[in-house]
């Protein structure tokens, strides 16, 4: 005989196992359908992509050839602005070039005037100079008066000397009128004609542009009282160390003859220039 409560146990678990079975088949097949609702979900977002893939590819297709051809015409476009780039750096190189002749040759034209100047400034100094030679010339020619002063030499002579040395001037044989000239304030510094023999003297060496001899010749005249070459000498002393290029002791002689020879002939003349010298 078999044991009661062996069979009633093998019996719990038979039925245990039954439960247990129908569970797990419960759990699977509730498992399964909750696969498949993921899989038709995943499907169906599946299928909406690839038809807005689709779509998108067939937009690509026909947007692409404008799009290759816009890609086309911003090259060609940019070679274009490159090429017109290029001309335009080219042209302006080119004008740059053009304004920096014309500026060298307006440089070389401004100096070019000023040397026209400068040489004009001496044609008119040189037709005063020798103005003033004659006419001084022609007054001691028709002097018929004589000194009685006594010297070294007689005033007779020395008037005598006095217009062979202004002959051979205005001859331009300044040699042979520097030794005149230079015997002639020697001989006799106390003659009337001595501050003009000084002056000619220094008109020699200006004429020969040796401006520095010239200079201090001029400085003496002023060593004579009373003479009347002082003006001249002033002006002569300015154009001198213009010649030399010292413009700053130009200036100073400009102003000189302007401060104190208000009354000369010169005073314009000296005025115009000191305000071209101060413009420069």
């Known amino acids: 005989m078999r044991n009661p409560i062996l069979n009633k146990s093998i019996l719990y678990f038979t039925v245990y196992c039954v439960f247990l079975m129908i569970s797990t088949i419960e759990v699977s097949f509730a498992q399964q359908t909750d696969i498949k609702r993921e899989l038709k979900r995943l499907n169906a977002k599946i299928d909406r992509e690839r038809v807005r893939t689709d779509s998108l590819e067939t937009q690509i297709s026909i947007l692409l050839p404008d799009l290759r051809n816009t890609l086309r015409a911003t090259v060609d476009a940019k070679k274009q602005t490159d090429s017109v780039a290029i001309l335009l750096i080219n042209r302006i190189n080119t004008l740059q070039n053009k304004i920096r002749m014309l500026e060298d040759k307006s440089i070389y034209t401004d100096s070019t005037n000023f040397e ?69 304030v020697i001989e006799d510094p106390s003659n009337l004609l001595a501050d003009n023999s000084q002056y000619w003297l220094a008109e020699c060496y200006y004429s020969t542009k040796n401006y520095k001899r010239a200079i201090l010749e001029f400085e003496k005249v002023f060593t004579f009282p009373g003479t009347d070459k002082d003006d001249d000498s002033q002006l002569k002393l300015a154009l001198s160390y213009q010649s030399l290029g010292n413009l700053v002791k130009a200036r100073e002689e400009y102003q000189r003859m302007v401060d104190y020879f208000p009354s000369s002939e010169y005073f314009s003349r000296a005025k115009e220039s000191l305000r071209q010298l101060s413009l420069e």
Do not use: W
């Open 116 to 184: 026209i100047l400068a040489q004009l400034v001496m044609i008119e100094n040189k037709i005063i100079t020798l103005t003033n030679s004659f006419t001084e010339m022609y007054s001691l020619r028709s002097d018929k008066q004589q000194a009685s002063i006594k010297a070294k030499i007689s005033p007779v002579e020395y008037k005598k000397k006095y217009i062979e040395a202004l002959s051979y001037y205005q001859n331009g044989d300044y040699s042979q009128a520097i030794t005149g000239f230079s015997n002639l």
